[in-house]
């Protein structure tokens, strides 16, 4: 395993070449903020479901206010949550001069945005963007604070169709948002520089902007403490956590 704090050269010389960088973050990045990955998020009430269960539409319609209380106590985790290192490196890279670099995440939450980051695409949708199940359209709605896990908690009516508001993000069985993912690819294939930050590359179709950005000859570089679905697709593997690797990596485009 390399060193967290010492930047593998070819990492460093890729990096302070490219004009144009994506970064594509996953569950990685954002567990290092203390907030679990979807799949550890079950304690106490909620260890006997599945969250491949509760996030989906036919769990919604079955029980929307059991799943509702689900994702407002995710909402509560979330908000307890600060950005790391990793989300703050990422800012700074951002604001240099004369790069153009381009968020794209498959994470739900807003550590990038509270980091300071413009995030280009939300692949999976987000946490706080509320929309009516109903009709569709935004919702100026808001999570109730939930300290402690509940079992159900009814959904907001929207206001002008009188549906329920759901949560903000995709759930399993349904599209990407197309806007969102097709902004992602484009980023990815037009840049000098991927970076795949704390992704297991398990979920599809997002875990395919890399593999489009290898095919198009632009250099991948993934940075997870493990090997990964994305690790065969990268050009360069860089056995570190997100909250180490990118403050080494954007101190030493300093110089």
Do not use: K
């Amino acid at each position: 395993m390399t060193d967290d704090l010492t930047v593998p050269p070819r990492v460093l010389d890729l990096a302070r070449h490219a004009r144009r960088v994506c970064v594509l973050t996953g569950a990685g990045m954002s567990a290092e903020s203390g907030l679990p990955t979807f799949r550890d998020v079950q304690v106490g009430l909620w260890e006997a479901y599945d969250p491949m269960e509760l996030a989906t539409a036919e769990a919604w319609t079955e029980d929307p206010g059991h799943v509702w209380a689900w994702y407002a106590w995710r909402a509560d985790l979330v908000r307890r949550s600060e950005p790391n290192a990793g989300h703050r490196a990422l800012t700074d890279w951002q604001r240099r001069p004369g790069v153009s670099l381009s968020v794209v995440t498959q994470n739900v939450d807003d550590l990038h945005e509270r980091a300071g980051s413009e995030v280009l695409a939300h692949v999976h949708g987000s946490l706080f963007a509320l929309r009516c199940s109903g009709c569709g359209l935004p919702s100026e709605a808001e999570y109730p604070s939930v300290p402690e896990p509940v079992s159900h908690l009814e959904p907001p009516v929207c206001q002008r169709c009188e549906g329920l508001v759901r949560p903000g993000v995709v759930w399993f069985g349904e599209a990407l948002p197309q806007e969102e993912f097709y902004a992602g690819v484009e980023a990815a294939q037009s840049a000098d520089l991927v970076l795949v930050v704390g992704t297991s590359g398990l979920v599809h179709p997002a875990a395919t902007i890399p593999h489009l950005a290898g095919a198009r000859g632009v250099p991948v570089v993934e940075i997870n403490p493990r090997e990964t679905e994305v690790s065969e697709a990268a050009d360069v593997t860089w056995r570190a956590t997100a909250a180490t690797a990118l403050p080494a990596l954007v101190a030493e485009l300093e110089f």
